[in-house]
């Protein structure tokens, strides 16, 4: 397999006016695999995935499911498969599934892609960042 183009279709970036801090949620989800005609390709097929990428601010004091802010991403993903592998991944697609050696490299494609603009997106509507930074000690003495 291997990822030959990216597009994104849209870009949302919101935040409530009475946000408060709580829980992020991320989540990655397919919404549809397609065969593409690429003359360009000759021994292999062309996939279209297509997903959508979105950081959810939830309720601080969860009394409801109303999102306090969002970060979401919709695009597609080319990738070039053999033969073999297109019909593995559009059989398991009838069942809203993508075999895992395909699912695991697109899914780190779209967190390099897409984690980088939701941190831009994020420091531009003061929204609390989604990606877990720990924490640098100070020690009492420099390094040298």
């Known amino acids: 397999m291997q990822i030959i183009g990216f597009n994104l279709k849209k870009v949302l970036a919101e935040k409530s006016e009475n946000f408060q801090r709580g829980p992020i949620n ?17 021994d292999n097929e062309a996939l279209k995935v297509s997903f959508i990428f979105s950081v959810q601010y939830q309720d601080a004091e969860k009394k409801d499911d109303l999102k306090h802010g969002e970060v979401s991403f919709n695009g597609d993903i080319l990738i070039s498969v053999s033969k073999d592998e ?5 059989k ?25 603009k939701a941190l831009f997106l994020e420091d531009e509507l003061n929204l609390p960042i989604h990606i877990p930074f720990p924490r640098v000690e100070k020690s009492a003495q420099a390094p040298q």
């Open 26 to 42: 991320t989540n990655i989800e397919f919404t549809n695999v397609d065969k593409e005609n690429l003359d360009m390709i000759k």
């Open 86 to 90: 297109s019909k593995e991944i559009t």
């Open 92 to 116: 398991s697609w009838k069942k809203k599934q993508i075999p895992e050696i395909t699912r695991i490299p697109v899914i780190n494609f779209i967190l390099r892609k897409c984690s980088a």
